[in-house]
DNA sequence: GCCGCAA
DNA sequence: TTGCGGCAACGCTCC
DNA sequence: GGAGCG
């Protein structure tokens, strides 16, 4: 939050730092300040935009804005201001007094709502490592609608990696890749037959006797260097390639059919989670990035493909059956007209759906975004998150609305058995 | 984007 | 040297 | 049986 600031000394009429705070415990607490990222017009352009919230009082106690050896006092007089503006502010690391160190101001971020401003978890920039990797064209336009470049994307893929990684890196992998763009021709790509891969993960024929080797991402540098070979969207297995053969987990996508309202899928959602709580299974849930919902049920890996997809079938079934008006089980476009279709085709062996944080080859570049269930009501829409703005999003957010996905452990044979 | 193959 | 095609795969639905 | 589809 900008909090602050101070006049550029000698020149009236520019910022010279910024006052920062960061939310804690329900209140701003002060956490340094940043001068510099700026150019003149910038500093003017900030200067202008501060001029209409000055206020007297200080949004925290200025005995708090003690421990800086470089504080404020330096720079003259702070002035405040009404905290409804953010900064994003990048930085080497917190200092023990909890203030930003060699911060650089990078932009103002008027979308994010001042009570989601804290303090960002530490992570390590995967940068450094990665800066090995050659791009090209990092220019190049991508999507045309938006004028996202290739360099977007594979940032976006830098930035995302530590979430996303846990996600791809034990499963098989369908790439979808597209060397000329959204709208140009794309391929899927599951082997590694001619194309030698960076850094991705080959498997011996003998994982899946009779079909072509495997492939798993399961590192940062083979996600960046997938998006340098034009990979958009990382598609997985319901299986591991521990235990190909018994899925851990099941997949409900959620695809609206033509004249489906958005409130219409979100309200989907939440029947397809009511009746997998009857059944006795937790779900959880993303956005696809396309059109629709990602219901997602990790399960003990006991069963093999055909029994969990039937178990699928099932659930699905009942729902169509039960909620004709809202639902339908058959994949064909014809009968789905204001429906929508619960797709649980993609839970047979070697099916593949979009994962966690795959960005999507379509207008806009959705990404799939694992969100809480209560976020569920003011999903705006399946591509809400974005190549461009999900880093910003994830930085703020304070917890992972997946973190229990990951230990979670249920058995179908109940659940299967409440279903027959 | 890149490789292998044919022209 | 240049050009060009491949780069997944399955079940389901409808015709 | 085959095209189309996701």
């Not at 989601?116 to 064209?137: D, F, P, Q, S, Y």
């Not at 940032?155 to 846990?166: F, G, H, K, N, Q």
Request: net charge neutral; glycine share 8%.
């Amino acid at each position: 939050m900008i909090c602050g600031f101070a006049d550029r000394q000698g020149v009236p009429g520019e910022i010279g730092s910024l006052l920062l705070g960061v939310n804690e415990d329900g209140q701003l607490r002060y956490a340094g300040s940043v001068g510099t990222g700026w150019d003149s017009k910038t500093a003017a352009a900030i200067r202008a935009r501060l001029a209409k919230l000055t206020t007297d009082a200080a949004p925290f106690p200025p005995a708090s804005m003690g421990g800086s050896r470089w504080g404020p006092a330096r720079t003259g007089a702070p002035r405040w201001v009404k905290p409804c503006l953010v900064a994003e502010v990048e930085f080497a690391e917190w200092t023990p007094s909890n203030q930003v160190r060699q911060a650089s101001f990078k932009a103002l971020r008027s979308e994010t709502p001042a009570s989601e401003v804290h303090k960002e978890a530490v992570r390590v920039e995967a940068g450094a490592t990665l800066a090995a990797l050659k791009i090209t064209h990092p220019e190049r336009v991508i999507d045309p609608t938006t004028g996202i470049t290739k360099l977007d994307l594979v940032r976006y893929y830098e930035s995302v990696a530590d979430w996303m990684l846990p996600h791809l890196a034990v499963r098989p992998v369908a790439l979808l890749r597209a060397p000329d763009g959204i709208g140009g021709e794309a391929f899927f790509q599951k082997h590694a037959e001619t194309t030698k891969l960076p850094g991705w993960t080959e498997h011996p024929a003998s994982l899946w006797p009779g079909h072509g080797r495997l492939l798993t991402v399961d590192s940062a540098d083979a996600l960046i260097g997938a998006a340098q070979l034009n990979v958009v969207e990382f598609h997985t297995w319901n299986s591991t390639t521990v235990d190909l053969t018994h899925p851990d987990r099941i997949i409900f996508d959620l695809d609206p059919g033509e004249g489906v309202s958005w409130q219409h899928v979100q309200e989907a959602a939440l029947l397809v989670q009511t009746l997998l709580g009857e059944l006795g299974l937790a779900a959880w849930l993303k956005t696809s990035g396309g059109k629709g919902l990602h219901v997602v049920v990790p399960v003990a890996p006991e069963f093999d493909y055909d029994v969990v997809k039937a178990f699928s079938r099932a659930a699905v079934q009942h729902l169509a059956k039960t909620l004709p008006q809202r639902f339908v089980a058959k994949s064909g476009p014809s009968n789905r007209k204001g429906k929508v279709f619960v797709d649980y085709l993609r839970n047979g062996i070697a099916q593949t759906t979009a994962a966690a944080f795959s960005a999507r080859a379509r207008p806009g570049m959705g990404v799939s975004m694992p969100v809480a269930w209560d976020q569920l009501p003011q999903l705006k829409s399946a591509y809400q998150w974005t190549v461009r703005n999900a880093r910003e999003y994830l930085s703020f957010r304070t917890n992972d609305p997946w973190c229990d996905f990951w230990s979670t452990t249920q058995s179908l044979r109940g659940p299967m058995e409440h279903l027959s």
